[in-house]
């Protein structure tokens, strides 16, 4: 077993003997497909969380297709009834093994609201009907599994397994949790892109291997008894937070001078003579990657993360500097009187093989059994194309990175393009308009480090932060042609971008943002500063306000010489870690400033294996090396404290205004108060005392402290999962947002200047998965 990197076989080159498969018009979903197709039984059938879509932006349907083209039979089970095993017969025993996801978001991020509430819809469900899929998901589908085909093979993949598949601080239960594999049960666990681990251990299974002795794939994580370790690896100790360095030995003060040169000298041979090696540098760099590609890094139990906030912190930073597929090494992790055992993440795919996945037959259409039934998440995505996946950007909020990596894949302009023309030829509905060209990122578009040698070497957490690295391309070129030969496909009237723009790069091409601003923005541009004051950016790992500001300068400029009235829709995220009350003030007091009236509130919400999660949990750092004595990160966990941090955002909204004249007569900062322009909220109004004084004997009724008790009714989205309803950001008297920039306006909600009325509404930008256009489609 090694996790050197050897030459790779391509994920379409088939084994001898093996062929391609017919594809289907569907994947089976029942055995009566299953006869009209002549099979008697199913290679592979997975299971999971989602409504089946026969479409590329579902992980699913992606790898299903896939496994297709590699020559098995592939069935699916979607969203089946989880309180029993019967749902789990329903195609019969596979002939190799069941492989089991939750879907395309981690079910609980799908179930759960920022506040812990149940979602009562479910973007992924036909009709959106919530409820659909337990808690945990993955964990309850590998045991049903087991329960109904005891012995069967069982592979856990998707989003969930992803960010659970080390010891990971759980937001719901408030606690830690183990690693998805003790509780699934499963004998392999595929994280990250996971196409070319799946092919390679579908073949060895299908050749006869166990897939639980399956040990030295890439992309894959297992248990195994505790101290368990392949011949010829070594192990480095990384369990134990503050861990010396080599130690020299205390020279005896009061020895003489001979003796203390022979205790200095006592590792040099008696005759003082050393060999003399000259090994070239190539030679030196060999035997240096073959010893690290042979080295698996002991993190801290899971009973001693569950206890040790520092050593949590430390695991997490860990994993996170472990993540290059260049250089990053194994891990292991006890739980128990088992280890987990994690190879490195998966290489990436080539274009060519990106090419391959995304060509495969697809009948871009819901399964014919869901009848007319409206699935939200394909309503999104119908008309978007993925163009790319992975992020260097390394936002901490985000889980974009943890699951798809830093590393760019692209597609080429031919499967692109051609793709395009699938849309307008075969799905219903089509007007002419794509919806999006994107992936997790509008515009990463091949952009990679300039030298492949040095991306191999990195471990830098992001290419951007602090500043955008000097050995990264930001040639935006490439981008901008696809967007002009896409323009130019007959049937297609118009391109907009629905996904979230980097516009720190954006800025670093001018051609792209006029290429953008002039062609492929219908009205409104989604943007994501998050913040303005650099306490919370720098736990973010985003840009200052100044890159924004550049930006919005330069889409005004383009906007104007295109003779378009545009708007951009800034994001922004209250409660994150590192922010403080003074934080989300200035932010107020900026967007009151730039006339922005936030009508979503997007509240951070801890998520599996985040970064900024781990600050929330431990309240340390994991962005620098963690210690006992490590700095501090404030948290925001009081309710009311999170309620005040939202209703900034939303200080426009007279709902707030009690809380906020609260908080604001707390921080000394009552001058804030009145009908100034240079101040943030009116004083309290004759209607507002007179709702607010006591009436008989009502209980709970107005008087001194009163206000702290009015809640913010402002409608609260995750942090990391932006605007899921996809609504534009709209003034208190229900006017979409003004121009950035534009006159301030009054406190009574009247009409913004240079507004555009029916414009398109912004792409939602999700977190673990959730469609967005094409805006984040992880697998």
């Not at 994920?11 to 391609?20: D, E, N, V």
């Not at 010396?244 to 020895?255: H, M, R, V, W």
């Not at 472990?322 to 998966?346: M, T």
């Not at 210690?627 to 009081?638: G, H, L, P, Q, T």
Request: aromatic fraction near 8%; charge should be positive.
């Amino acid at each position: 077993m090694s996790s050197v990197q050897a030459p790779l076989t391509p994920i379409y080159q088939l084994p001898a003997g093996m062929q391609a498969r017919q594809p289907a018009p569907f994947l089976p979903m029942s055995r009566k497909e299953m006869d009209a197709l002549g099979w008697d039984e199913c290679d592979i059938i997975i299971v999971t969380g989602d409504a089946y879509i026969d479409h590329p932006s579902f992980g699913m349907a992606l790898l299903g297709r896939l496994l297709e083209a590699q020559g098995f039979r592939v069935g699916v089970i979607s969203q089946p009834d989880w309180t029993s095993a019967e749902d789990f017969k329903q195609l019969g025993k596979p002939r190799l093994y069941f492989g089991v996801t939750a879907g395309n978001m981690d079910s609980m991020i799908n179930r759960y609201t920022a506040d812990k509430k149940p979602r009562s819809d479910d973007a992924y469900t036909a009709g959106g009907v919530a409820g659909k899929r337990p808690d945990r998901a993955l964990n309850v589908y590998c045991q049903r599994c087991r329960e109904a085909y005891p012995g069967v093979q069982i592979m856990a993949g998707g989003i969930e397994a992803s960010l659970r598949r080390i010891a990971q601080y759980d937001y719901w239960s408030d606690k830690i949790r183990q690693s998805a594999l003790i509780y699934s049960k499963a004998d392999l666990l595929l994280y990250g892109n996971a196409e070319r681990a799946l092919v390679e251990v579908t073949q060895r299974v299908a050749a006869g291997e166990k897939m639980s002795e399956i040990r030295d794939v890439r992309g894959t994580a297992f248990l195994v008894p505790q101290g368990w370790r392949p011949e010829g690896w070594v192990e480095m100790d990384s369990s134990v937070v503050d861990n010396p360095g080599k130690i020299d030995p205390l020279i005896n003060p009061y020895a003489d001078e001979s003796e203390r040169q022979q205790s200095a000298q006592s590792d040099t041979p008696k005759d003082g003579a050393q060999p003399i090696r000259i090994v070239s540098r190539e030679a030196r760099l060999a035997a240096r990657r073959e010893i690290r590609g042979r080295t698996v890094i002991r993190i801290p139990s899971f009973e001693t993360v569950t206890y040790d906030p520092v050593s949590y912190a430390h695991a997490s930073r860990t994993l996170h500097l472990e993540s290059n597929p260049g250089n990053a090494r194994a891990l292991v992790q006890q739980h128990g009187e088992r280890d987990v055992w994690i190879n490195p993440p998966p290489i990436p795919l080539k274009t060519d093989e990106m090419d391959y996945v995304f060509d495969q037959y697809f009948a871009r259409n819901p399964h014919p059994s869901y009848g007319q039934q409206v699935i939200p998440a394909w309503d999104m995505i119908r008309f978007s194309i993925n163009i790319m996946r992975g992020c260097f950007g390394g936002c901490t909020f985000c889980s974009i990175t943890e699951h798809e990596g830093r590393v760019i894949q692209s597609r080429s302009e031919d499967s692109i393009l051609r793709e395009i023309e699938e849309i307008r030829d075969k799905t219903a509905g089509f007007t002419g308009h794509i919806s999006d060209l994107g992936g997790p990122t509008a515009n990463m578009y091949r952009l990679a480090c300039k030298d492949p040698a040095i991306e191999r070497s990195c471990r830098r957490l992001s290419c951007v932060y602090p500043g955008i690295c000097e050995n990264l391309n930001t040639d935006h070129s490439s981008l901008i042609q696809l967007y002009r030969k896409a323009r130019k496909i007959p049937g297609v009237k118009k391109i907009t971008i629905g996904s979230g723009l980097r516009y720190d790069l954006a800025v670093e091409s001018p051609e792209y943002v006029k290429e953008l601003v002039t062609h492929h923005v219908s009205g409104y541009l989604k943007i994501a500063p998050e913040h303005t004051e650099e306490g919370p950016l720098s736990k973010m790992m985003k840009p200052g306000i100044g890159t924004f500001e550049r930006f919005k300068d330069m889409f005004d400029h383009y906007s104007k010489l295109a003779g378009k009235k545009q708007y951009l829709i800034p994001y922004f995220i209250a409660a994150h870690p590192g922010t403080s009350d003074e934080d989300m003030l200035n932010l107020a007091l900026w967007l009151k400033k730039n006339n922005f009236r936030p009508d979503q509130v997007q509240a951070f919400t801890p998520t599996p294996m985040a970064m900024a999660t781990t600050m929330w949990h431990t309240k340390r750092n994991p962005l620098k090396r963690i210690a006992r004595s490590s700095e501090k990160v404030d948290i925001i966990r009081d309710e009311k404290r999170r309620k005040v941090h939202k209703a900034f955002l939303r200080y426009h909204d007279p709902k707030n205004w009690p809380l906020l004249r609260e908080a604001l007569i707390n921080m000394g900062r009552a001058d804030l108060i009145g009908p100034g322009q240079h101040q943030l909220i009116p004083p309290e109004s004759a209607a507002e005392k007179s709702m607010s004084a006591p009436k008989g004997n009502a209980r709970g009724g107005g008087g001194p402290g009163s206000v702290g008790r009015i809640p913010n009714r402002g409608k609260a989205t995750n942090g990391n999962q932006r605007n899921t309803t996809g609504a534009i950001p709209r003034n208190i008297a229900g006017k979409p947002l003004a121009k950035a920039g534009g006159p301030a306006s009054n406190f009574a909600g009247s009409k913004p200047a240079n507004n555009k009325a029916g414009a398109k509404p912004a792409s939602p930008r999700p977190a673990a998965g959730k469609p967005a256009g094409s805006a984040k489609k992880p697998r």
